[in-house]
């Protein structure tokens, strides 16, 4: 097992979507992502996602905002997000209300959001009002809390772990 630096990786930009849904998947997964720890290089559920991502609505243009990479957004300010997932989750749907609030600060009027499942041919609708807003901004306090943290949070069941680059680490098979 890699040992894990104690202290985050400097992080000039601020969070990004990746950090809210790791934060929303597994607090321990921002944890060490924050330190450095990246299996996601090697993991072929990752290499697999970035397929999907990039063969599917191909006529569309990332959005980089420097800390998020949006996959795009259409008229009327409407953020679209892609997963290859086969199940909608809310770890998705806390990292498009992060890109909105992002847009927002930018000055963006932003409408709200679209998570795409292609694999199943889904989507989910994310409202953008107050409460969203709200659950945005808790997002980021949360995760800046679990990133200052001295230790890792406690790891989640193993059957919660089930596909995830971090596996190994967190449980070492």
């Not at 749907?93 to 927002?104: I, K, M, P, T």
């Amino acid at each position: 097992m890699k040992p894990v630096p104690t202290q985050p990786v400097d992080d000039d930009h601020g969070l990004g979507g990746v950090h809210i849904k790791y934060l929303r998947h597994c607090p321990r997964q921002l944890w060490l992502y924050m330190r450095g720890y990246r299996p996601e290089a090697g993991s072929d559920l990752v290499a697999f996602g970035e397929v999907v991502n990039d063969t599917t609505f191909t006529r569309r243009r990332d959005i980089d905002l420097g800390e998020a990479r949006i996959d795009w957004v259409t008229t009327g300010a409407v953020v679209h997000e892609t997963k290859s997932s086969r199940a909608p989750s809310p770890a998705h749907d806390a990292q498009v209300r992060h890109y909105c609030l992002l847009l927002e600060r930018r000055g963006v009027n932003v409408r709200g959001g679209i998570v795409h499942y292609p694999l199943i041919r889904r989507t989910t609708d994310i409202l953008w009002n107050d409460q969203a807003r709200e659950a945005a901004e808790t997002a980021e306090d949360e995760a800046r809390v679990v990133i200052a943290l001295p230790v890792p949070p406690d790891r989640q069941t193993r059957a919660a772990c089930r596909g995830c680059s971090y596996l190994d680490y967190c449980w070492g098979t």
